[in-house]
DNA sequence: CTCAATGCTTTCAGTTTGGTAAGTACCGTA
DNA sequence: TACGGTACTTACCAAACTGAAAGCATTGAG
């Protein structure tokens, strides 16, 4: 980012074409592959366990997905719960920050689903033409 | 994807969630970091040259940029124009489907400009909390 | 004493990614 | 003959990412 000014002094700008702008790093974050399926998840059934997550994310790991949650814990768009039980209880659910993204990552959801057979003709098409 | 009937007989059923699931590549394409810089910039210019977008995508490489463009042409988003001079020139611009991706992923971009601070505060307090 | 349930965490190895840097092609110009 | 400008392409290598599989912690049930 870089500074520029304003009437009450300097204030920081942030740009995702600027070389290492941290909102190219979140921009980067927020459309990755499990983190979108996560969100998505999470804001259609309001709240969800780990387990349940593992499943309507086919083919995830548990790796993945641990990674993938605490990454969206750290910044702020999901919280964790955790209710001392046993065996262990875990829910996960959208904070208000996270549910701001709904609407942006459904919409590039059903993009994807709207237009891959789209996509998938024009690289057959592709294909043919140059190889 | 699944095999799904309706009146006229089998049909594609896509959904992201499933494993192996094309839309759940193509959504991860889309949303992968250098695409979404390259169609907004695509969708800001109208047109551009590879020199420009260069320029445009601080911190790009070369490499890095020819691969993205070659992806989205072969997945039918932009369209690569050469005009045999010399100098080399060649212009980059949106397909009809590219523009359809203008919107949402322009969303997403402004959601993580907006919300970058944010998303910085909430790693700060996790980082606290937990170290 | 062993097992099951849940949510991780760790380790290992293999794949993929990404950057750097150099090379290619073309032709008009000096 | 060497150089510049544009758009790549290729080779190389280190770093990052991934998945599979096994380990861990806790405690009630059998």
Request: hydrophobic share 35%; charged share 25%; with cysteine.
């Amino acid at each position: 980012m870089t500074a520029v000014e304003n009437a009450t002094g300097p204030v920081p700008s942030f740009d995702p074409y600027e070389r290492g702008c941290p909102s190219r790093d979140l921009l980067d974050q927020i459309g990755s592959k499990w983190a979108v399926l996560v969100l998505g998840e999470l804001g259609q059934n309001g709240t969800s366990r780990f387990s349940r997550l593992r499943q309507a994310l086919a083919g995830v790991s548990e790796k993945m997905l641990t990674q993938t949650l605490r990454t969206l814990e750290r910044d702020g768009l999901v919280s964790r719960t955790v209710y001392p039980e046993v065996p262990p209880h875990v829910e996960y659910e959208l904070t208000a920050l996270g549910q701001t993204l709904r609407e942006p990552l459904k919409a590039l959801t059903e993009w994807s689903v709207l237009h891959i057979e789209e996509v998938i003709t024009a690289r057959e098409e592709y294909d043919g033409r140059t190889r």
